[in-house]
Structures are given as structure tokens and as C-alpha cells.
């Protein structure tokens, strides 16, 4: 489980890393307006969609992102018709961002707002503003304004002149500056340090090391089932009898194993490319897709506790069968390898299908891909090895009971999994069925029952009597009622930081007797500054948002353990800034951004364009240590649970800061 952990944060923290020091723009606007007759006419906004990203639709449900919205603030000379139109409706998903049900585009998509003009005028303007807000499977740009002034035809300039002049007025201020006494201009700019931070090229291919070892390791279980540790010796012995020259039949062997790894490699580069790696993706994240998932695995598992057998067509394997007996050569062997591959479906068909969701998970095409390869190599090794030394085989355990036991416990493990995406499923659709302390409930018991089951307590119709327990299931059930017992403090709200990719988020706990760290946290700026200042700490920025699913995560599995929050208040002062706050400003503030005035109207804006002008990013979670002068002491830390790691970084902006101090 720490391994599919670690695979999933080090894909999202590729992503992040990939976005660093630079302003993420996914969607652009393009809008024009054009009479259609003397009398009609229609402004076109036409959106331009980065590929992996959406655009939310016009109407979104309560708690989740920015609906798209076209306000208009001044219209002259005309009167507008209707509502503004998209140029084809937006498909409805499930956000695992957000765990809700939304409408979004994911390409490029276009709008149209009728008007007629009023009577006897010979043009118009229009002005207003768009209001979006883009997402891709991990994270969001915060809410987003794009201003547009519009006019065609014979306009009166006085008249234009005059309504500028209002608006402008109205929305004119100066940006609340922190007092001079600790210099923090938060309008300016701040360099980062020199950072050795890892690479994106390192960290793909850490990512893709972690899913290679899941593979593997997925392939090390898949031999101890019944349907491939019996193929074994009878594969091997009949290489050793078809061919005379031993040197002959170790050569048929090891392609035979080559075979094998082509098949599952070729099947994990064939689902990605008939799919593509983005869809596989939104596959992956789909709730209806996650339930019938769900059933599959509560199928397989209870085929595996003895209930019925679940088997491809029999045809299908005597058809690969009888074409190895017919062929000769490498036809041959392959073959053989294809018939392994479809007997063994009943056991490998959970292990490959949960290892392709998530290995496709990061939208990468290698994913899959490497995934199988691993899963393929580790089937391939014994065959091989075998073959080599087959004197080995007379030391292998023999098929019976064990087997049996290996696909009960399979059975088990698959029920645990299969909640996961249970899970998914009810946190999209706001079901309730199976919060936090629900699910860890299910967990306890399942892990129970799988300890009492390996200790010859429980049994299914089709075991036979335990009479000792082995070493190897004592210590698996000991392994199995302990992590029941870990699990126990979940129930009361414990963060489980082991197993915080699997349970539900702990908003949806009931009873919670956990809290996070004990700090005192700032969601002003300049307040948070001057206290700093007057303090003589360095300052934590905390670019967070109500929406930010991975927020939370770092909040309850970094922020809440005793390292961090005794960190942070022992030595910084906490400044969290939500971007997607909606709560007025007293006065809009009027800035310019990348050659456009935009125009900052709620809390959020404010913080979304303080995180961009002067850091240069616009993602959350995003930290950073500053000084009492508003310069950065280290490089920014993005989405990455490591605590041991957020604890180093936090102790070089320390460092740093004292040493700045100190001169």
C-alpha cells in the first residue's frame, strides 16, 4: 500500500514541479462582435481549451468550482436578447476534484449573446466581464476574470467617454498596502533562491520506478495463485521433454518468458493508445466507471472465497492451445504464452485491471505501459529460471491446499480495495452511505476476519481443516491484526497518514477527537506581515482554497502531525490566503496584469492576484517562507505529503532566515 502511495504522489508531484515559476494560463479568450443585419446583432466569446483541461459550464451545483459567467456592465445603444449560448452543450462527469457532478468542456468551445439595437442608433458598446475558472484532473486555476469592451458601428465618444470615466470612478482604489515599518511590498515581484531541487526528468522517472515496482510485485502474487504456480512445472517439463539438447530447451524457455512479457506489454500499450492516456485518465476518475469497478471486484472476490469459478471461453484457450501443438518455432512458444495468459484471466483479471486504472491515473502514456511490463516480467522470471535449473523444481512446494488459501486471501484484499472506489462513487454523488469512520469500520473487520481466517479460525466450504498454523501465516495474520489496530484510531479522526489516499477525506468524518497543529494562522496579508515583524519570525504563506482537495489532504496529513505543527508554531507565523474566498472588498481594486486591467472584486481575487504577481504561480497548495521584508528564504513547496521532507523545508527557510538576521 506505501508503494501505490508514494506512485500517487510522485505523479501529482511531477505535475506540480512542471508548473513551477511560471503563471499557468490553460484558457484563453478571444471575443468579437458583429452585426448580422441593420438592426441585429451578436458578440461571439470564443474560449481556447489547453489540452487536459475543462472549462465549467454555465450552471454548477453548491460547493464546487466557478460556473462560467458573462456579466455585462454597460450596454449603449443597444438592448441584449436572450442569454448568452454556448456553441454546444457542456457533458456532464463526475470531478473527482470537487467530488461532485459538473458540466465542463474539454476543448475549445465558443459563446454568443444576441442584442438589437435601440432605436435610431447606428452602433453600440458592450462591456462587461467573464468570470471561469479551469481545472485538469489535479488541480484548478482560482477564479478568473477576463474583461472585454466592445463597440460596432457610429458610437458617440462623449457618450463613451463619460461612461468610462463612471466605471473607472467606481472602480479606481489603491491596494491596500501593509505598513511601511516592515517594507513588505506584496505588489513586488520576489526571486526565488538557487534551489537542487530534483529535476522533472528525475521525478518521472521516479514515478515511473514506483509503478514498476507495483507491477511487479503484483506479478510476484499473481504466481502464487492457483490458476499460474501449476503451470510451472508442467510448462517446464514439457520444454525439457520436446527438446533433446538441453542448451535447445533452455533457449525455447527464455523466449517462451520474452513471450509472456510481450503479451501483457503489448496489451498495456494497446489500451492506452485505443483510449489515449487523457481518457484513460477520465475513465479512471469516472463514477460510474468506479462502481462497476467496485462490482467487479466484490464479483472476483467472492469467486475467489469458493462461491463459483469465473473462467474465459474454454474454446478460446483450447484454440490457443491446439495452435502451439500445431506450430512449431517461435509461433510455437508464443502460443503457449497466450494460453498461459488467458487460463491464468480468472486470477491476474483484478491484479491487471486495478494496476492499469492506476497506472493510467497520471495521464501518462509510459504508465501502463511499464506497469504491464513489471507485472509480465515477474510471471516470466520463474518459467525461466526453471528451466535453467530444473533441479529447482523438485524443491518447489506442491499444489494443493496453500493455493487455495492464497486465493481466499486474495478474495479479502480485494474487498478492502474495492471499497476505494466505492468511495469515489459516493463522494461525487453525495450519497453518505460510506464516510470516514464507515469505511475504516469495513476495513477493521475485513482485516480481522482475514487474521482469524489465516489462523485456521474462520473457514470457507471449500478448505480443508487447518491442523498447525505455519510460521509464514502466523506471521501474515500478525501482520493483518495489526494493521487493524492501526486502523482503530481512524474511527475517532486520526489522519491514518499511511492510508490517506484510500479513505475519505476527514471532512466527512462524524466524530472527530483529533485537531490540527496549534497555531495561530493569519488570512491577511498585511496583518499576517506586521505581526511577523513585530515578532521576529519568518512568515509561512499558505496559498490554499475551500475547493483545493489536495489542500485538505496536506492540512490533515502534514500540517496535523506533531513535527510540522510543532514547527510551525514554535518558529513561523501562518498566513493561509484562500483564492477562491468570495467575500466582498470593501472598494474593487483596479490593477493591470500582462497588459489588460482586470478589475479585483472579492478576497479571493485579491489573494489569487497577490500569489500571482509577486510569486509567479497560480496553484494551490502553494508554500513559501518569506522574510520581514516580503523576500523568499527557499524555493516554494508544492503538493508532495512527505512530512520528514516538509520538515527539512521548513527548517531551510529558518535557516536561511536567521542567517539574513544575523548579517
Same mark, same amino acid.
Given at each position: 500500500?506505501?508503494?501505490?502511495?508514494?506512485?500517487?504522489?510522485?505523479?501529482?508531484?511531477?505535475?506540480?514541479?512542471?508548473?513551477?515559476?511560471?503563471?499557468?494560463?490553460?484558457?484563453?479568450?478571444?471575443?468579437?462582435?458583429?452585426?448580422?443585419?441593420?438592426?441585429?446583432?451578436?458578440?461571439?466569446?470564443?474560449?481556447?481549451?489547453?489540452?487536459?483541461?475543462?472549462?465549467?459550464?454555465?450552471?454548477?451545483?453548491?460547493?464546487? %468550482?466557478?460556473?462560467? !459567467?458573462?456579466?455585462? #456592465?454597460? +450596454?449603449?445603444? @443597444?438592448?441584449?436578447?436572450?442569454?448568452? $449560448? &454556448? /456553441?454546444?452543450?457542456?457533458?456532464?462527469?463526475?470531478?473527482?476534484?470537487?467530488?461532485?457532478?459538473?458540466?465542463?468542456?474539454?476543448?475549445?468551445?465558443?459563446?454568443?449573446?444576441?442584442?438589437?439595437?435601440?432605436?435610431?442608433?447606428?452602433?453600440?458598446?458592450?462591456?462587461?466581464?467573464?468570470?471561469?475558472?479551469?481545472?485538469?484532473?489535479?488541480?484548478?486555476?482560482?477564479?478568473?476574470?477576463?474583461?472585454?469592451?466592445?463597440?460596432?458601428?457610429?458610437?458617440? %465618444?462623449?457618450?463613451? !467617454?463619460?461612461?468610462? #470615466?463612471? +466605471?473607472?470612478? @467606481?472602480?479606481?482604489?489603491?491596494?491596500? $498596502? &501593509? /505598513?511601511?515599518?516592515?517594507?513588505?511590498?506584496?505588489?513586488?515581484?520576489?526571486?526565488?533562491?538557487?534551489?537542487?531541487?530534483?529535476?522533472?526528468?528525475?521525478?518521472?522517472?521516479?514515478?515511473?520506478?514506483?509503478?514498476?515496482?507495483?507491477?511487479?510485485?503484483?506479478?510476484?502474487?499473481?504466481?502464487?495463485?492457483?490458476?499460474?504456480?501449476?503451470?510451472?512445472?508442467?510448462?517446464?517439463?514439457?520444454?525439457?521433454?520436446?527438446?533433446?539438447?538441453?542448451?535447445?530447451?533452455?533457449?525455447?524457455?527464455?523466449?517462451?518468458?520474452?513471450?509472456?512479457?510481450?503479451?501483457?506489454?503489448?496489451?498495456?500499450?494497446?489500451?492506452?493508445?485505443?483510449?489515449?492516456?487523457?481518457?484513460?485518465?477520465?475513465?479512471?476518475?469516472?463514477?460510474?466507471?468506479?462502481?462497476?469497478?467496485?462490482?467487479?471486484?466484490?464479483?472476483?472476490?467472492?469467486?475467489?472465497?469458493?462461491?463459483?469459478?469465473?473462467?474465459?471461453?474454454?474454446?478460446?484457450?483450447?484454440?490457443?492451445?491446439?495452435?502451439?501443438?500445431?506450430?512449431?518455432?517461435?509461433?510455437?512458444?508464443?502460443?503457449?504464452?497466450?494460453?498461459?495468459?488467458?487460463?491464468?484471466?480468472?486470477?491476474?483479471?483484478?491484479?491487471?485491471?486495478?494496476?492499469?486504472?492506476?497506472?493510467?491515473?497520471?495521464?501518462?502514456?509510459?504508465?501502463?505501459?511499464?506497469?504491464?511490463?513489471?507485472?509480465?516480467?515477474?510471471?516470466?522470471?520463474?518459467?525461466?529460471?526453471?528451466?535453467?535449473?530444473?533441479?529447482?523444481?523438485?524443491?518447489?512446494?506442491?499444489?494443493?491446499?496453500?493455493?487455495?488459501?492464497?486465493?481466499?486471501?486474495?478474495?479479502?484484499?480485494?474487498?478492502?480495495?474495492?471499497?476505494?472506489?466505492?468511495?469515489?462513487?459516493?463522494?461525487?454523488?453525495?450519497?453518505?452511505?460510506?464516510?470516514?469512520?464507515?469505511?475504516?469500520?469495513?476495513?477493521?473487520?475485513?482485516?480481522?476476519?482475514?487474521?482469524?481466517?489465516?489462523?485456521?479460525?474462520?473457514?470457507?466450504?471449500?478448505?480443508?481443516?487447518?491442523?498447525?498454523?505455519?510460521?509464514?501465516?502466523?506471521?501474515?495474520?500478525?501482520?493483518?491484526?495489526?494493521?487493524?489496530?492501526?486502523?482503530?484510531?481512524?474511527?475517532?479522526?486520526?489522519?491514518?497518514?499511511?492510508?490517506?489516499?484510500?479513505?475519505?477525506?476527514?471532512?466527512?468524518?462524524?466524530?472527530?477527537?483529533?485537531?490540527?497543529?496549534?497555531?495561530?494562522?493569519?488570512?491577511?496579508?498585511?496583518?499576517?506581515?506586521?505581526?511577523?515583524?513585530?515578532?521576529?519570525?519568518?512568515?509561512?504563506?499558505?496559498?490554499?482554497?475551500?475547493?483545493?482537495?489536495?489542500?485538505?489532504?496536506?492540512?490533515?496529513?502534514?500540517?496535523?502531525?506533531?513535527?510540522?505543527?510543532?514547527?510551525?508554531?514554535?518558529?513561523?507565523?501562518?498566513?493561509?490566503?484562500?483564492?477562491?474566498?468570495?467575500?466582498?472588498?470593501?472598494?474593487?481594486?483596479?490593477?493591470?496584469?500582462?497588459?489588460?486591467?482586470?478589475?479585483?472584486?472579492?478576497?479571493?481575487?485579491?489573494?489569487?492576484?497577490?500569489?500571482?504577481?509577486?510569486?509567479?504561480?497560480?496553484?494551490?497548495?502553494?508554500?513559501?517562507?518569506?522574510?520581514?521584508?516580503?523576500?523568499?528564504?527557499?524555493?516554494?513547496?508544492?503538493?508532495?505529503?512527505?512530512?520528514?521532507?516538509?520538515?527539512?523545508?521548513?527548517?531551510?527557510?529558518?535557516?536561511?532566515?536567521?542567517?539574513?538576521?544575523?548579517?
Amino acid at each position: 500500500m506505501r508503494l501505490r502511495l508514494c506512485a500517487i504522489t510522485a505523479i501529482i508531484a511531477l505535475w506540480a514541479v512542471s508548473l513551477k515559476a511560471q503563471i499557468v494560463s490553460p484558457i484563453t479568450w478571444d471575443n468579437s462582435i458583429e452585426m448580422t443585419s441593420e438592426t441585429d446583432g451578436k458578440i461571439v466569446f470564443k474560449a481556447a481549451v489547453d489540452n487536459g483541461w475543462h472549462l465549467y459550464g454555465l450552471a454548477l451545483p453548491d460547493g464546487g %468550482p466557478r460556473p462560467t !459567467t458573462f456579466r455585462f #456592465d454597460r +450596454v449603449e445603444g @443597444a438592448v441584449l436578447v436572450g442569454d448568452v $449560448k &454556448p /456553441s454546444r452543450p457542456a457533458p456532464e462527469t463526475v470531478d473527482m476534484i470537487f467530488h461532485l457532478k459538473l458540466a465542463w468542456w474539454d476543448s475549445d468551445v465558443s459563446f454568443e449573446q444576441q442584442f438589437k439595437l435601440d432605436s435610431g442608433s447606428k452602433g453600440c458598446v458592450i462591456a462587461g466581464v467573464i468570470i471561469y475558472q479551469g481545472c485538469n484532473d489535479q488541480s484548478c486555476i482560482p477564479p478568473t476574470k477576463e474583461e472585454f469592451e466592445l463597440s460596432v458601428g457610429d458610437v458617440s %465618444p462623449a457618450a463613451v !467617454t463619460e461612461s468610462t #470615466d463612471t +466605471v473607472a470612478s @467606481a472602480l479606481v482604489s489603491t491596494v491596500n $498596502k &501593509p /505598513s511601511a515599518s516592515n517594507g513588505a511590498n506584496w505588489w513586488n515581484a520576489v526571486t526565488f533562491p538557487e534551489s537542487d531541487s530534483v529535476s522533472t526528468e528525475e521525478i518521472v522517472n521516479s514515478s515511473l520506478w514506483y509503478i514498476f515496482i507495483w507491477g511487479f510485485l503484483g506479478g510476484l502474487i499473481a504466481l502464487l495463485t492457483p490458476c499460474v504456480w501449476p503451470m510451472i512445472p508442467l510448462t517446464v517439463s514439457f520444454f525439457l521433454k520436446k527438446n533433446t539438447s538441453r542448451r535447445r530447451s533452455i533457449i525455447d524457455a527464455s523466449i517462451y518468458g520474452g513471450a509472456i512479457i510481450v503479451i501483457y506489454l503489448v496489451l498495456g500499450l494497446a489500451v492506452t493508445l485505443i483510449f489515449g492516456a487523457s481518457k484513460l485518465n477520465d475513465l479512471a476518475t469516472n463514477a460510474v466507471f468506479n462502481l462497476i469497478f467496485f462490482a467487479l471486484l466484490v464479483v472476483f472476490a467472492i469467486s475467489f472465497f469458493g462461491a463459483f469459478d469465473i473462467k474465459l471461453p474454454a474454446k478460446w484457450s483450447n484454440s490457443a492451445d491446439s495452435k502451439a501443438e500445431r506450430t512449431s518455432g517461435l509461433i510455437s512458444i508464443f502460443f503457449m504464452a497466450f494460453t498461459l495468459a488467458l487460463v491464468s484471466f480468472s486470477c491476474t483479471g483484478p491484479l491487471i485491471g486495478t494496476l492499469l486504472v492506476e497506472a493510467a491515473s497520471d495521464g501518462n502514456i509510459a504508465g501502463p505501459a511499464v506497469g504491464m511490463g513489471a507485472f509480465a516480467l515477474a510471471l516470466a522470471i520463474p518459467f525461466t529460471v526453471f528451466a535453467i535449473f530444473p533441479s529447482l523444481l523438485k524443491e518447489m512446494p506442491r499444489s494443493g491446499g496453500w493455493l487455495n488459501s492464497v486465493k481466499v486471501v486474495l478474495g479479502f484484499l480485494e474487498l478492502v480495495l474495492s471499497l476505494k472506489f466505492l468511495s469515489i462513487a459516493d463522494l461525487a454523488y453525495g450519497w453518505g452511505i460510506l464516510d470516514r469512520e464507515v469505511f475504516i469500520a469495513i476495513w477493521i473487520i475485513l482485516f480481522v476476519m482475514l487474521g482469524m481466517y489465516l489462523l485456521g479460525q474462520l473457514r470457507f466450504s471449500h478448505d480443508a481443516p487447518l491442523d498447525y498454523v505455519s510460521i509464514p501465516r502466523f506471521f501474515m495474520a500478525l501482520a493483518s491484526f495489526s494493521f487493524a489496530v492501526y486502523l482503530l484510531p481512524g474511527m475517532w479522526g486520526a489522519p491514518l497518514k499511511g492510508v490517506s489516499a484510500f479513505v475519505p477525506p476527514l471532512y466527512t468524518q462524524d466524530f472527530n477527537l483529533y485537531s490540527q497543529g496549534e497555531f495561530r494562522t493569519f488570512h491577511d496579508y498585511d496583518e499576517g506581515m506586521r505581526f511577523a515583524a513585530e515578532n521576529g519570525r519568518p512568515v509561512l504563506i499558505d496559498f490554499s482554497g475551500y475547493g483545493c482537495v489536495n489542500c485538505r489532504k496536506m492540512e490533515g496529513a502534514v500540517f496535523d502531525t506533531q513535527e510540522v505543527s510543532g514547527a510551525i508554531k514554535e518558529n513561523f507565523v501562518l498566513i493561509s490566503l484562500m483564492v477562491d474566498d468570495k467575500t466582498k472588498l470593501p472598494e474593487p481594486i483596479k490593477v493591470t496584469e500582462n497588459g489588460k486591467k482586470i478589475t479585483l472584486e472579492t478576497v479571493g481575487e485579491k489573494w489569487s492576484y497577490l500569489q500571482r504577481s509577486k510569486f509567479a504561480a497560480s496553484v494551490q497548495p502553494f508554500y513559501v517562507v518569506l522574510d520581514n521584508d516580503g523576500a523568499a528564504m527557499n524555493q516554494p513547496y508544492y503538493y508532495d505529503e512527505d512530512v520528514e521532507k516538509y520538515v527539512e523545508w521548513l527548517d531551510g527557510g529558518l535557516k536561511n532566515y536567521l542567517s539574513v538576521n544575523d548579517k
